[in-house]
């Protein structure tokens, strides 16, 4: 059974850091991309951050040059590296995996989310 | 941000049939990118509901169909039942942001 399990989150100051972690189990984590997702209280969804199986990175606009993404095979486990955080990246963030084996690329597993909470 | 958008809201009775839809723009949804739909229960994780434009995972029931015709896409929902109250959001790929987008999500209410 797929399961992706996320922790790390809580309550950090404007201008904080904070690292974010995903545990992986249940698949090959090594063969599948795998990315970030948050939530807003309230909102709707907004992609983040993905990391390929090669290592490549990709960001939206909204957190480039502040967050990093990194992943660990041997652990089975994805990061999120927040830094410079402002009261706007205050959300639930969700890892899920990247698919692409049936033939269309969509998110197919996500974890249950690890709420940061930006204030003073 | 949200480049997808979509009805905040639908409803309908039980057994009733409701469509959401999900307009993008030529960079998105109109540069070929396949859609995809999530359904979010409530303080849960989303699930994907449909996958490029039409698929349905399996355990997912017929009763969700989903469609795609030059920059928007469409979820239906046929036979509506309690159990598909929920928030539910479209998702695509945009060239122009070089980013995964997702829909602004619409609530699905059963009267």
């Known amino acids: 059974e797929v399961q992706l399990v996320e922790s790390g989150g809580g309550l950090v100051q404007p201008g904080g850091s904070l690292r974010l972690s995903c545990a992986a189990s249940g698949f090959t984590f090594s063969s599948y991309d795998m990315h970030w997702v948050r939530q807003a209280t309230g909102k709707g969804l907004e992609w983040v951050s993905a990391i390929g199986t090669a290592g490549d990175t990709y960001y939206s606009g909204s957190v480039k040059g502040r967050f990093t993404i990194s992943r660990e095979n041997a652990k089975n486990s994805l990061y999120l590296q927040m830094s410079s955080l402002r009261a706007g990246d205050t959300a639930v963030y969700y890892c899920a995996r990247g698919n692409s084996g049936s033939g269309s690329y969509h998110f197919d597993y996500w974890g249950q989310g690890t709420l940061v909470t930006v204030s003073s | 941000q949200s480049v997808l958008t979509q009805p905040p809201s639908v409803s309908g009775a039980p057994g009733q049939r409701v469509t959401i839809s999900c307009t993008g723009i030529?960079?998105?949804?109109?540069?070929?990118?396949?859609v995809h739909w999530y359904q979010q229960l409530p303080g849960t994780a989303p699930k994907v509901l449909i996958y490029?434009?039409?698929n349905r995972p399996s355990g997912v029931p017929d009763r969700f169909a989903g469609s795609k015709s030059g920059t928007s896409a469409s979820l239906a929902i046929t036979g509506l039942q309690a159990e598909d109250e929920a928030d539910y959001y479209c998702q695509s790929y945009d060239s122009s942001l070089s980013g995964y987008v997702f829909g602004t999500g619409t609530k699905v209410t059963v009267l």
């Open positions: 490029g434009n039409s």
């Open positions: 030529s960079s998105n949804i109109g540069a070929g990118y396949d």
